[in-house]
Nanobody
Framework: VQLQAYGGGLVQPGGSLRLSCVVS????????MGWYRQAPGKQRELVAA???????TYAESVKGRFTISRDNTKNTVYLQMSSLKPEDTAVYYC???????????????WGQGTQVTVSS
């Protein structure tokens, strides 16, 4: 199983970015997909997550500014980030909780991380 993230970069405050993450490999069931972030000197934190049925959850700090979505036909999760602030600067990691084969329990898998820098 591999998770490949795309879309990080440098953006000015108030700007927007869209992150994508594609899950590939052996996938029996893909339960939860989400994004975490880790800023320098801080712990990794959940940004947003979406389950298979479409229910979403967000960190309070990003509610109203970020939107998570998933395309189950492409095993892809997106994070649309708007009204970005300097405090959103971090390495963003995609995460998926999945079962690779029918006899395996669900467990988390991680992408490689993509840098998002919000600065003027």
């Amino acid at each position: 199983v591999q998770l490949q993230a795309y879309g990080g970069g440098l953006v000015q405050p108030g700007g927007s970015l869209r992150l994508s993450c594609v899950v590939s490999g052996s996938i029996f069931s893909l339960n939860v997909m989400g994004w975490y972030r880790q800023a320098p000197g801080k712990q990794r934190e959940l940004v947003a997550a979406v389950i298979g049925g479409g229910t979403t959850t967000y960190a309070e700090s990003v509610k109203g500014r970020f939107t998570i979505s998933r395309d189950n036909t492409k095993n892809t999760v997106y994070l649309q980030m708007s009204s970005l602030k300097p405090e959103d600067t971090a390495v963003y990691y995609c995460n998926a909780i999945l079962r690779p084969i029918i006899t395996s329990p669900a467990r988390p898998y991680w992408g490689q991380g993509t840098q998002v820098t919000v600065s003027s």
